[in-house]
């Protein structure tokens, strides 16, 4: 099993940045990556960005490349998102989450999910 906690998210102006935080406890020996996702009232949980847990590798959606930066610390079991030039649109649930691997070592999907983080930018 696997805990996540989420920290980092708040209120900020338009064009303001946020360092979002999320430590990982318990299994995380077999994990492949980690991930950013995010969520609106009404909308579906939407991909943001994530990075292999032993290469480094991230992949960004089109919508923050260039301006969210992802990274993680693999001694601390941590994934950080740091968000620059933020937009209204960007205001969502913040939500971290780790891609695990089977018995073979195979990446799966993502299996464990954090309790998510308000981000709330302002016009």
């Known amino acids: 099993q696997v805990q996540l906690v989420e920290s980092g998210g708040g209120l900020v102006q338009a064009g303001g940045s946020l360092r979002l935080s999320c430590k990982a406890s318990?299994?995380?020996?077999?994990?492949?990556?980690m991930g950013w996702f995010r969520q609106t009232p009404g909308k579906e949980r939407e991909f943001v960005a994530s990075?292999?847990?032993?290469?480094?590798?991230?992949n960004y959606a089109d919508s923050v490349k260039g301006r969210f930066t992802i990274s993680r610390d693999n001694g601390e079991n941590t994934v950080y998102l740091q968000m620059n030039f933020l937009k209204p649109e960007d205001t969502a649930v913040y939500y971290c989450?780790?891609?695990?691997?089977?018995?073979?070592?195979?990446?799966?999907?993502?299996?464990?999910w954090g309790q998510g983080t308000q981000v709330t930018v302002s016009s």
């Open positions: 989450a780790i891609r695990g691997r089977d018995d073979w070592g195979i990446p799966r999907g993502y299996d464990y």
């Open positions: 318990g299994r995380t020996f077999s994990t492949y990556a």
């Open positions: 990075i292999t847990w032993s290469g480094g590798s991230t």
